[in-house]
């Protein structure tokens, strides 16, 4: 038989009820679709809220080791500790293990009601650089001294106009780290044999740094993708690179979502385009993601913890189910996948759905997290 390991956190909040409804069901799937030829070894890691418990640390020493020499991992959402000195959990592992690509797909399902009218037509993924930009956290208050001082420094020397009350934020946006996200996506939409990649940008406004990003998406084109990619507009075969301006590409993705595949965009753009994408086809419910680098990738909900309904078994486990089924199709067990997609769809036509979904599917009957899992 073969098994593959899969490391997991189970998180706070909602955490472990969504793991309760929702591992039974990938391991049903894989299960169904290879007897026993295959399973999945689940191996707990300690994280957040419960770790801190038992360990005196959010993030233990056992735990980053361990990730730190694996491949695969999943978790359930983590609390941010509220007080003085502490970072996001998400964000410092995102950059322990430079979880550089974050990936999420947006893809409708049947029984949905959308606030869109062709919610069919939207089957995109999004690539979200996810160490530079805004989010490089290199921030200053206004009328601090570090503020005044960068603010003197800009005046004096490059003669910007800057009020000097101003708070001031740096976006750092790097060739590498540009060429990196672009590759990932370039090599997704080659091996699936996906239409096109968007590069999403704002570079009519920021020339050096979204502009710098589309530019340097287009070079890596050239440079290491001759035969396998062609530019919007030429004849040829290939996956079609093209770029949008990213509040055009709002726009268009709401409009004619049929002409857009997938998307490779920078921090902050891809923060809100993967949200709005997602209220398309059901919200935070149903929206599965991967943060990846090259050594781990690291799958998840892309919801919180949910404190309100936590241990209330409201919360909908869609999410990691289907964030379980991207990890199925990564280690290359597409049929197990395939089935849960199907579950999905059916729980979804049949209208018995967590409350988040019956709040957008006219005539649904609602029913709890666990219930949600074992009708899966
Ligand atoms: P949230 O995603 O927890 O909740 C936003 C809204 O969506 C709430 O109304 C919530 O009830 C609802 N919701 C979320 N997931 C749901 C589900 N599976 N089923 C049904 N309804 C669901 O976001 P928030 O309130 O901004 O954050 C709460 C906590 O979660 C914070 O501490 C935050 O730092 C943390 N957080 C963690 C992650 C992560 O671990 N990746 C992501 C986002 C927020």
């Known amino acids: 038989m073969a098994t593959k390991t899969i490391y997991y956190i189970e998180g706070d909040g909602i955490g472990p009820e969504v793991w309760k409804a929702g591992r039974p069901v990938l391991d049903a799937a894989v299960a169904k679709?290879?007897?026993?030829d295959k399973a999945l070894d689940w191996q707990l890691l300690l994280a957040g809220e419960k770790a801190y418990a038992e360990t005196g640390e959010h993030l233990p020493k056992a735990t980053m080791e361990t990730l730190a020499k694996a491949d695969l991992a999943m978790k359930g959402p983590l609390n941010t500790p509220v007080g003085e000195g502490f970072r996001s959990l998400n964000v410092t592992m995102r950059q322990v293990f430079d979880l550089y690509a974050c990936i999420r797909p947006i893809k409708y399902f049947k029984g949905i009601e959308s606030p869109v009218k062709r919610p069919d037509l939207v089957d995109m993924v999004v690539f979200r650089e996810n160490t530079e930009d805004v989010y490089a956290g290199i921030e200053y208050q206004s009328a601090t001294p570090e503020a005044k001082k960068l603010i003197e420094f800009l005046v004096e020397e490059f003669g910007a106009k800057i009020d000097p009350t101003a708070g001031i934020g740096i976006k750092p946006i790097t060739p590498a780290g540009s060429k990196r996200l672009?590759?990932?996506?370039?090599?997704?939409?080659?091996?699936?044999?996906?239409?096109s990649v968007t590069l999403v940008?704002?570079?009519?406004?920021?020339?050096?740094?979204?502009?710098?990003?589309?530019?340097?998406?287009?070079?890596?084109?050239?440079?290491?993708?001759?035969?396998?990619?062609?530019?919007?507009?030429?004849?040829?075969?290939?996956?079609?690179?093209?770029?949008?301006?990213?509040?055009?590409?709002?726009?268009?993705?709401?409009?004619?979502?049929?002409?857009?595949?997938?998307?490779?965009?920078?921090?902050?753009?891809?923060?809100?385009i993967s949200d709005a994408l997602a209220a398309q086809v059901g919200g935070l419910g149903l929206a599965p993601g991967v943060n990846m680098g090259d050594n781990l990738a690291l799958f998840e909900p892309t919801h919180g913890t949910a404190p309100t309904i936590a241990g209330k078994d409201m919360a909908n486990p869609g999410s990691l189910i289907l964030s379980g089924a991207m990890m199925l199709e990564h280690i290359g067990w597409h049929e197990a996948a395939a089935l849960i997609h199907k579950a999905v769809e059916a729980a979804l036509t049949d209208k018995k759905v967590t409350v988040d979904l019956a709040a957008q599917i006219n005539g649904a009957t609602q029913v709890g997290c666990q219930e949600f899992g074992d009708i899966l």
Not at 33 to 36: C, E, K, Q
Not at 182 to 195: F, M, N, R, S, T
Not at 239 to 262: C, G, H, T, W
């Open 33 to 36: 679709a290879y007897g026993s």
């Open 182 to 195: 672009v590759k990932k996506a370039l090599d997704y939409a080659i091996a699936e044999g996906k239409p």
């Open 201 to 272: 940008h704002k570079g009519n406004i920021m020339k050096y740094t979204e502009g710098g990003f589309r530019a340097w998406g287009y070079e890596l084109a050239d440079e290491e993708y001759a035969g396998k990619i062609i530019r919007e507009g030429e004849k040829g075969a290939g996956v079609i690179l093209k770029d949008r301006i990213a509040d055009a590409m709002f726009q268009n993705a709401l409009m004619y979502p049929e002409q857009y595949s997938v998307l490779a965009t920078t921090n902050l753009n891809g923060d809100y």
